[in-house]
């Protein structure tokens, strides 16, 4: 493990031995994250991979309408452009920050590279690949099965996990287009989520007051998800 200015927060980069950390240390650059800014877009090639520190993207689905959905959500525990470690090189979703912070920066080539070589960085990279395909597809099941109320907290202590840190700007509309749900039904479940002191919600923010609460409010998916990233890289 490697305790670096440089990676930061992020858990892939920090689980790197020595030898494999300093090697990329010439290819890493620190970067701040904004708002809304695109990541990559459907269908174009990913030049540049990143590791979040302190700050979350989402990985979003987007119909012909223009609607959203989330599949997938990415923090300090993991990595955005994964497509170029497996030979596909772009997705067919958008990755978008939805969370400021800060984050690395690395050139796609440089970590196809890395990758090729069969060391650490390729056996922690396959590892979050598994870990990520069980929180995409527990999300599409999730979506089926249970109520907004469990779904809404299992999502808030998943942004909790990607960010680290109790106090999360978030507004009705964002939430919404990523559970894919009406803005009401959102306005409901964290009315309800609040009355219970679970968490506090005002406009564009809400603060987790009890996480181990808000673990029993959500659904099993939460869980089922926690454990494996845990499991598997941790």
């Known amino acids: 493990m490697v305790d670096s200015p440089l990676c930061s927060a992020n858990q892939l980069l920090m689980a790197l031995p ?3 950390y300093k090697r990329l ?3 890493l650059k620190p ?3 904004v708002l809304g800014q695109v990541i990559y877009e459907p269908r174009q090639p990913i030049k540049e991979v990143y590791f979040p520190s302190r700050a979350m993207i989402s990985l979003v689905s987007i119909m012909k309408d223009n609607s959203t959905t989330e599949i997938g ?11 170029i470690i497996l030979g596909g090189n772009f997705a067919t979703n958008c990755a978008i920050v939805q969370i400021e912070g800060n984050a690395i920066k690395m050139d796609a080539s440089v970590l196809k590279s890395e990758f090729e070589r069969g060391e650490q960085l390729q ?9 990520r395909l069980t929180q995409i597809s527990q999300i599409a099941a999730c979506k089926s099965h249970h109520l907004i109320e469990e779904r809404l907290a299992r999502w808030l202590l998943s942004v909790n996990d990607c960010v680290d840190q109790p106090e999360l700007p978030l507004t009705q509309k964002f939430i919404s ?8 039904s959102v306005t409901e479940a964290a009315i309800a989520l ?3 002191g679970f968490i506090s919600y005002s406009r ?16 099993e998916c939460y869980g089922l998800i926690h454990k494996e990233f845990k499991r598997l890289l941790r």
């Open 18 to 20: 020595p030898g494999e």
């Open 177 to 184: 287009e990523m559970l894919g749900v009406r803005r009401a």
């Open 25 to 27: 240390i010439p290819y």
């Open 204 to 219: 564009g923010q809400i603060t987790i007051l009890n996480r181990k609460e808000l673990e029993q409010a959500a659904c």
């Open 31 to 33: 970067v701040n994250l």
């Open 194 to 196: 609040q009355k219970a």
């Open 123 to 131: 056996k922690k990279l396959l590892l979050y690949t598994q870990a």
């Open 73 to 83: 959500l990415v923090g300090n525990e993991g990595m955005v452009g994964l497509p």
